[in-house]
């Protein structure tokens, strides 16, 4: 096992901030669909499967963050690739979000970890860190 960086330990510690904010916004998304099922007629049934599709999506990407939390801890190569991606599609999922619509200081705080994390895994200090 290699020595981890300080570096490291920090990126790791915000991937798993992010991992729970992340689960705790997804969980959010699934107790709207079970608040306004498609049972209810409260709402359309494609509005209630975009919600649930959001929740899982999200809960997703916060189980990646937090395998890539305990792979960058570890300081193992494969949580470099990891991280790599979960990164990428947070910010486009972000993306997303501001083009529909979404609140822009919402977004800009959304990204501000998974582009601290790029810029570390891409930059000479992360690679090296990662064996890359």
Do not use: C, H, N
């Amino acid at each position: 096992m290699k020595t981890r960086p300080r570096a490291v330990t920090v990126i790791a510690a915000l991937a798993i901030v992010q991992g729970f904010v992340g689960a705790l916004v997804g969980m959010l998304w699934l107790q709207l669909v079970s608040i306004f099922d498609q049972e209810s007629g409260a709402v359309s049934s494609l509005i209630v499967m975009v919600a649930e599709a959001r929740g899982w999506l999200l809960l997703g990407l916060a189980l990646m963050y937090f395998v890539f939390a305990a792979g960058a801890w570890r300081v193992q190569g494969w949580a470099w690739w990891i991280g790599l991606v979960v990164s990428v599609l947070t910010m486009l999922y972000l993306v997303s979000v501001l083009l529909r619509g979404g609140l822009v200081l919402v977004v800009f705080f959304g990204l501000i970890v998974p582009v601290i994390i790029l810029w570390y895994l891409l930059s000479p200090m992360g690679r090296q860190a990662f064996g890359r």
